[in-house]
């Protein structure tokens, strides 16, 4: 739980000092808890296949997502893709 909130903690000071695109890759675990946390990534996400995602919260990506994770938790989250350009 600390963890989880330490990168929301480090997102959200990420994303309030800048507006330019941030890309993010995961290449460990990243673990959205509940319905009322919020990840917003302001660019592209890359899972990795050596990655673990579980969304049980709400994913925002205004770029392109691209999935490596074989094999994905079922998460009771909902993934937004809201970008102002043509998403992949």
Known sequence: ????????????LIFSTSNAQVDMQNTGILYVSGGSDIVYINGAFTNTNTATLTNNGNL?????????????????????????V???
């Open 1 to 12: 739980m600390k963890i989880n909130n330490f990168i929301t903690a480090f997102l959200l």
């Open 60 to 84: 925002y990506v205004s770029r392109n997502l691209t999935n490596g994770q074989a094999s994905m938790t079922v998460g009771t989250g909902t993934l937004y893709l809201n970008g102002t």
């Open 86 to 88: 043509a998403q992949v």
